[in-house]
């Protein structure tokens, strides 16, 4: 049979909506969350960041929410567009420096016209 | 600026020989990372490089070498490839300091070892 991790989470939503991309995270040291955002047949790209004393932050259309209690870490696009179509990831610098990134699996966004 | 660089874009290998991919970066940045992308899965890091002349290993580093001979390249080997290494694989680059985990990818190179 197939392994579950061959299936990415997916994500479908209606161009003008907000969506949200949830990621749980393992390692209640790490100190800097980030996410990074791949479209189809290219490298993935950084989003925005969050520093684990902070609950939130906010970039252009895009928020990032952190709950340390759950190890728990969210994305908020606003009014999604067609070009938001992509898998984003969830990261963390679990392995003690900041350049040493544990990634997550991945939630494909598909963005409806 | 170019960003990062990836050469070649793809690549298919019989079980058992070599290849070196190769990495250039224009940003004038220390650090430097390979690593591989699996379906359905996130990135894992193979080997990186916190300077020129130096390397280490990440999390998935065996049946790879790593030189890092100018601070603008950062080349990956397969001395024996396997099935197994089949992937697609990604170099980054990043700025030393607080700021090192905002990693500048590369395109990719798609390999398949049959």
């Known amino acids: 049979g197939e392994s579950v991790g061959l299936h990415l989470p997916t994500l479908s939503v209606q161009e003008g909506d907000n969506s949200i991309i949830n990621c749980a995270y393992s390692n209640s040291a790490s100190d800097y969350f980030i996410w990074y955002k791949q479209e189809s047949g290219k ?13 939130k932050r906010q970039g252009q259309r895009v928020t990032v929410l952190l709950n340390k209690t759950v190890k728990h870490l969210s994305l908020q696009i606003a009014a999604t567009q067609p070009g938001d179509s992509a898998v984003y990831f969830c990261a963390e610098n679990s392995g003690g420096s900041n350049y040493k990134l ?8 598909t963005v409806n016209p | 600026n170019a960003g990062v660089t990836q050469t070649p874009k793809f690549r298919v290998l019989k079980t058992g020989q ?3 991919l190769l990495c250039a970066q224009d940003m004038n940045h220390e650090y430097m990372y390979w690593y591989r992308q699996d379906p359905g899965m996130g990135l894992r890091l193979i080997h990186y490089s916190v300077g020129e002349g130096t390397t280490a290993k990440g999390e998935v580093p065996d049946g790879y070498n790593v030189s890092r001979l100018k601070k603008q390249n950062f080349l990956l080997g397969l001395e024996s490839a396997a099935p197994s290494q089949t992937s697609v694989y990604f170099c980054a680059s990043s700025r030393s300091g607080k700021s090192s985990y905002e990693q500048y990818f590369g395109p990719g190179t798609r390999l398949t070892v049959t």
């Open chain 1, 43 to 55: 490298g993935p790209q950084f989003i925005i960041d969050i520093r684990s004393n902070m609950d």
């Open chain 1, 102 to 109: 544990t990634f997550g699996k991945g939630t494909l966004l």
């Open chain 2, 18 to 20: 070599s290849m070196t």
